[in-house]
């Protein structure tokens, strides 16, 4: 799905930047100080301009769309008007998106659930958005768990494949229950490396300047009911073959 970057300020003097969603899921921040993670959730590296890099990674990224629009029988712009026409929590509906294992928890032989099926909440429109609440959820899984290591998060940046979905950037700040940023589609990751390059070329104290690009800010009423109901169901789960 692409990434969600969290922004921070002070707390361990923290610039976080926390969350990212490819095909797997990453939660990322930079800090001034190392973070070491006892229960290996948040993993502890360094960046490159001397500061620290703590980051938790889901398994579960956009391949939870592609898989909820193939059952649907839609494209991705299909999936997020169904999830969009659906109402927040989708009416009882979870979906615990452990489709591929989990590393965050560690759940390698986990699979997936859909939990609250009633004649209410089984509907295409559910569906729809119970798949795009399951994998933000487990997206904010990774957020708490790089806040509980004292990284603060202010901001939250959303970038890569599942940030072109129209329902993953609405519903987000509602999951999250904080404002999201979404900047202009881009390859950010080819362009972070192409930067370290040219600042080792260079030779120079700081690193050189990247292009402004354009941010639109998301906002929604927060839906903690949401999260809530996915903390209280997501260990509902059955491992290969059971």
């Known amino acids: 799905m692409g990434q969600l970057d969290g922004g921070g300020g002070r707390g361990r003097g923290a610039r976080a930047r926390a969350a990212s969603r490819g095909a797997s899921g990453v939660v990322s921040a930079v800090s001034r100080e190392p973070v070491a993670d006892p229960s290996g959730l948040v993993a502890g590296f360094a960046d490159a301009t001397g500061e620290y890099l703590p980051l938790a990674v889901t398994l579960n990224g956009s391949r939870v769309l592609d898989a909820a629009a193939r059952l649907l029988g839609v494209d991705h712009a299909g999936l997020a008007e169904l999830a969009l026409a659906a109402r927040p929590g989708a009416d009882g509906l979870t979906l615990v998106p452990y489709l591929e294992g989990e590393r965050t928890p560690n759940l390698p032989d986990a699979t997936g659930s859909f939990l609250g099926l009633s004649l209410a909440s089984m509907t295409r429109e559910n569906v729809a958005r119970a798949a795009v609440e399951g994998l933000l ?41 904080m404002p999201v940023q979404v900047p202009d589609p881009g390859e950010y990751v080819a362009d972070g ?27 929604a009423e ?6 809530e109901r996915y903390a209280a169901r997501r260990h509902l789960i059955a491992g290969r073959g059971a």
């Open 137 to 177: 959820c487990g997206l904010a899984d990774g957020l708490a768990a790089m806040q509980d290591q004292g990284v603060p998060v202010e901001t939250v940046r959303l970038v890569g494949g599942g940030a072109r979905s129209e329902a993953v950037r609405r519903i987000a700040p509602a999951v999250l229950g």
């Open 222 to 227: 927060p839906t903690p009911e949401v999260r």
């Open 193 to 219: 490396a192409a930067r370290q390059a040219a600042w080792t070329l260079a030779g120079t104290a700081e690193p050189p300047g990247w292009s402004a690009f354009r941010v639109r800010t998301y906002e």
